[in-house]
């Protein structure tokens, strides 16, 4: 490619960027198409030959942009998923461009550094211990892993070398905890029975005193505990447990704190939920995704550790070719001694980069805006006799549902129509959950383009769809 | 950001890119710096407040993108590192635009069927059997990891729910397979000690008659045979380990068969290649790495099951917020069935656009440039009296140390000495690796840009670099 056509490349993309956002308000949140359809539009046999840049460009815009979920609407609250920015575009870009491979310092030195001080800056973010460790992962999953391996090794250590030998470690997680915790304990040979769920108080968070109630079951039947993890923002509510009074519990049974701040982690920005974090720096370790409540782009979590060292004991691995042969100290760093990658794409300079573009204190306003938006519409919700808010508005997650006056059918199945309509009347989106065994309408409020207008017509568009759902009967 | 101002942003970052292909050819592939000068470069506050885009592109171009080592240099030959292309950025550009989260059908509709064609083209490369599935994983120590989980499922399916319980579940493979494999066993329970290193024949590929008598050895001690990991192009020489007569031993003894092909897997466009793949259909699972033969940039791992039954026996977890409300069949589809990861980006965008725009044929030819150039510099080496040879050269990596005629000092010593100050040099770049305890310097040829003239100049280059460390004696 010359550098003319590298531009025109690039002008052809800023286009289809531009038009993306452009058109992106008017677009139904959630195409209205099929599996089926969508390989008959672009199933094709292996390609043999190449063909020009521009016309793929075009196919990526006219094609795949439209079929879809749009992310980035102002009224897609479903999940917990960031709308990206087009600060992060032009991030992904230029590390693609450099394509540094951050395995060490010696295979990537400034991206290392980089790395160094995009976590040390959201180790102040969060009040978290200037000599901990931490590293990029490519999502929250896999930084819950990387914290529960660090668990399983300090409690286990002969496990790496001879093997998970029939102990019972034993995982103790809210009954509100993300599926990765399970599926870690899963993958790393500690088994999904062994994560014990604990009940939870009105508020959804971890009931403390039966926290300590089934450790002590544990002890007595001869198990191991071994590692609590707290919610730093529960997935289905938003619940953040009480961290102070779950970390005093483990340090008494000298057991690992992970807190999976993967959705909440970074609340801290935001002046009101700071008090969630006091005791934050009590964690061994801690799993956020930047690429959430961070706004960037997808492909980045992170995983702090208190302690490098227990990190190290997990993933440490060594093999004569990726000995440092003439590096030493600072350079004879390698990031794979702290996860379970080796090659790693320089996720650190969107962080770096849009902590520097955006700066904290308008993140942090951003942060409190979307928390606005899910008070405002827990008000509003509280405020209307047609639906129930079904749990407290912690950070910028809402649950309700609609429960009609005088309705005396099966509200958990007429929610659920209801949740297939407004997806597919496309306006707005919600995804589900259930609380207490009922059915919930779910909704995170995660973008920056999101204002209570939004919130206002959210709640229109699930009226709407609970008349068309009720008018079929 | 208005749209003049992500023209703008778009417009400044194509410059940067420019430049960095222009400047490229002339730069040393590896600074000369120290984590220190770095930090004194790049170390500052938390930001508080914003700033404008511009001056931060122009700091990347300016501070970390001479800082790192440079990949795409066409005579760096370090490990095995794609250059990545300017396609490639386009395709980055455009899913952070884009924005997908590839969880599954419904949050993601047409990058899932992207994500499905291009994992149905990489079979077709393969010669992998259709009814196999997979995805892409952020690199190749996460797709053996996935493999391995999968193995562990098929032989000790209970240890999902009650943990390993202290079976020992043996894994062989070759003694010079990559870390990941031994990384992995120790992170999923099994064990480092229980990853058996079978011998290698003198090409370095495995002896199969080895890999039967630990087979044995281990069924008479009681032991579990699980899985075999053959190396498809391993990482230090490039060997190719015979695939039918492993997988006629795994099929005899009901073992998984894993096969490595993160180095060599593309390789399979070849046409001299194609004969390693004959028996390929048979692996139960393979990893690859499209970001390192399929010149992607970095970030992008593949992972094929030829069973996705057992994928999902490993994988697979229910929660109650990702339950498919209103979706069935293909629609109710869900990657995180097979994989490690919830959350994803969009890898398989640049995979689809790569081989879109380049089309196999030209891979094909770029791919076999590169073993030829590796072919070549292996016959310059062997017909130069000072230099030796200590490995067949199968694929695209040579491994070779400098031996001047006379010399009677440790030759260990001497190579690791001219490595350090071939790198210090900065014209050529190698790395390191141990051949039946001897120290080698070690390329490999991964970049479409590489001629024969630049395996020239890296004899010339080594020749340098050994004159200048006997100089100082």
Partial sequence: MTEEQLRAACALAAEAMAEYYRL???????????????????????????????????????????????????????????????????????????????????????????????????????????????????????????????????????????????????????????????????????????????????????????????????????????????????????????????????????????????????AALAPEARPFFDAIAEADSVALDPHKWLYLPMGCGCVLYRDPAAARAAFSHFAEYTRPVGWRDDEAFAFWDYGPELSRPFRALNVWLLLKYAGTRALGEAVSRNIACARYVGRLIEASPDLELMAPVELSIFCFRVAPPGFTGDLDALNERILVELQRQGSSYLSNASLRGRFALRGCVLNYRTSEAEMERLVEDVRRAARAVLAEG
Same sequence: chains 1, 2.
């Fill in 24 to 266: 992106l308000p008017g677009r139904p949140i959630m195409p209205a198409t099929t599996s089926r359809a969508l390989r008959d539009l672009l199933e094709e046999p292996l390609p043999r030959e190449g063909s020009e840049l521009a016309p793929l460009i075009d196919a990526i815009r006219r094609d795949i942009f439209p079929n879809s979920r749009q992310n980035a609407h102002p009224r897609f609250f479903g999940y917990v998923q960031s709308p990206g920015t087009p600060a992060g575009v032009i991030g992904e870009m230029l590390a693609a461009v450099l394509n540094a491979n951050v395995t060490c310092w010696r295979s990537a030195p400034a991206p290392t550094e980089v790395e160094r001080i995009a976590v040390n800056w959201i180790k102040q973010i969060l009040g978290y211990p200037p000599a901990a460790e931490g590293l990029f992962v490519s999502g929250g999953s896999m930084a819950n892993f990387a914290g529960l391996a660090a668990a399983r090794t300090v409690k286990a250590p002969e496990a790496l070398q001879h093997g998970m030998g029939g102990q019972r470690l034993r995982v103790y997680v809210s009954e509100e905890a993300h599926f990765s915790v399970s599926k870690a304990a899963a993958l790393i040979g500690i088994g999904r029975e062994n994560v014990r769920r604990v009940a939870t108080g009105a508020d959804f968070r971890m009931d403390v005193a039966a926290l300590e109630r089934a450790i002590g079951e544990d002890l007595r039947a001869g198990h191991t505990p071994c590692c609590v993890v707290a919610n730093a923002g529960a997935v289905s509510t938003g619940a953040f447990d009480p961290l102070g009074a779950i970390a005093a519990v483990a340090r008494r049974h000298g057991l690992w704190l992970h807190v999976d701040g993967a959705y909440g982690g970074f």
